[in-house]
């Protein structure tokens, strides 16, 4: 996927935001159908989240809740309880 936008500035404090928010609203998402508390698949499963929200970022998306909504379709989670990441600024 080819970016439509320039690439973010990482230092940039509104950037470095969006992501923090985009994370704080999807993780609970994903963590809420991942059952057990197998400390290796949690932290997996964190850091994936993680690398998604700064692949699609790179890519020029810095919406906290497109980039959650982009990050959520990665995960294959059950349809009947997935919920999209809202959340405020």
Known sequence: MGSQNPAPNWSDPEVLAALERAFEATWPVIRAHEAGEDK????????????????LAADGLTDAQELGRLALETFPLPASRETAPGGSS
């Open 40 to 55: 290796a698949r949690i932290a997996e499963l964190s850091m994936a989240l993680s690398r998604r929200l700064i692949e």
